[in-house]
């Protein structure tokens, strides 16, 4: 993904150890821009600098920015990636599964965003891409602790894209469906888990739920971060499905 250019940026990107993140913080690095990747077990590779963070936690937040400020100075673009599925009947969803679920998903997507907001304004620009999902726009059975967090990215977004509007500030978000990361084999095992399905079955079954038919591909999400942090487009939301 040759045809970005991300010179002079700071870009600090959430769960940037594996799967989307590592993808979308490379394809920034290769675009030019100083990278911060933060997660909780990220090791740093060429062109991304790895900052131990757990966005559920704010304290770390705040160390973790503290760090890439001074190592790379002013933060100008944050991708809101770190994110954890699981599934379970409603009954079976216990106040810590969805706790842990909503604080990483949506109040890190919230903290993280508070914690850049002030250097964005200052600076006249700033680019926030926060990585949703389908389930953010469309309800489905089992996973209502993820539905609800992502369906809080997605209002979080537009509060925030109206709220900084006409201030040189974007903010939108990325709605990928199934795609083809670590999370998603989780939910293969889960499925082969639980029905005896083989693991083709339950791929093809998941791929059956996004509106496609297929697996996203990674690349194909990166493709649309990179568009978000490039261009001005101000409260969108990109269904990638
Ligand atoms: N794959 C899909 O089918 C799919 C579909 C729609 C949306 N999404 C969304 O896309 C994003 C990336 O998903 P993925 O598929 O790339 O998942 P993944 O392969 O499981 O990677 C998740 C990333 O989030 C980080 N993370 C998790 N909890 C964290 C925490 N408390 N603090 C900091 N980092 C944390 C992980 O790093 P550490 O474990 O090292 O902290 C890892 O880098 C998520 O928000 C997910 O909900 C994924």
């Known amino acids: 993904m040759t ?5 002079g940026q700071h870009v600090a990107i959430t769960g940037a150890s594996r799967g ?4 979308i ?3 920034c ?3 030019g821009a100083t990278v911060s990747g933060l997660s909780r077990a990220g090791t740093s590779e060429p062109g991304i600098d790895a900052l ?3 966005v559920s936690d704010a304290a770390s937040i705040a160390r973790a920015f503290a760090t890439a400020r001074e190592r ?3 933060i100008t673009m944050l991708v809101n990636n770190a994110g954890i599925a699981a599934s379970a009947p409603l009954g079976r969803t216990s106040d810590e599964l969805w706790q842990q679920i909503i604080a990483t998903n949506l109040t890190g997507t919230f903290l993280c965003s508070r914690a850049v907001i002030g250097e964005m304004r200052a600076k006249g620009f700033g680019r926030i ?6 389930a953010g726009l469309y309800g489905a059975p089992y996973i209502a602790a993820y539905c609800a967090s992502k369906h809080g990215v997605i209002g979080l977004t537009r509060a925030l894209a109206a709220e900084f509007a006409g201030s040189g500030l974007s903010i939108n978000a990325i709605c990928p469906g199934y795609t083809e ?3 998603m084999q989780q939910a293969v095992d889960q499925i082969v888990g639980h029905t005896g399905a083989s693991a083709e079955e339950a791929r093809a079954q998941l791929a059956a739920m996004n509106p496609s038919g297929r697996i996203i591909e990674v690349a194909t999400v990166v493709r649309g971060a990179m568009e978000f942090l490039t261009g001005d487009r101000n409260g969108e939301e990109l269904v990638l499905a």
């Not at 989307?20 to 993808?23: E, K, N, Q, R, W």
């Open 129 to 134: 891409v926060n990585m949703a999902s389908i």
């Open 52 to 54: 131990s963070c757990d």
């Open 3 to 7: 045809d970005f250019d991300l010179h």
């Open 29 to 31: 690095a290769a675009a």
């Open 72 to 74: 790379h100075g002013p």
């Open 25 to 27: 913080a490379r394809a």
């Open 181 to 183: 990361t670590d999370m």
């Open 20 to 23: 989307i993140g590592l993808a």
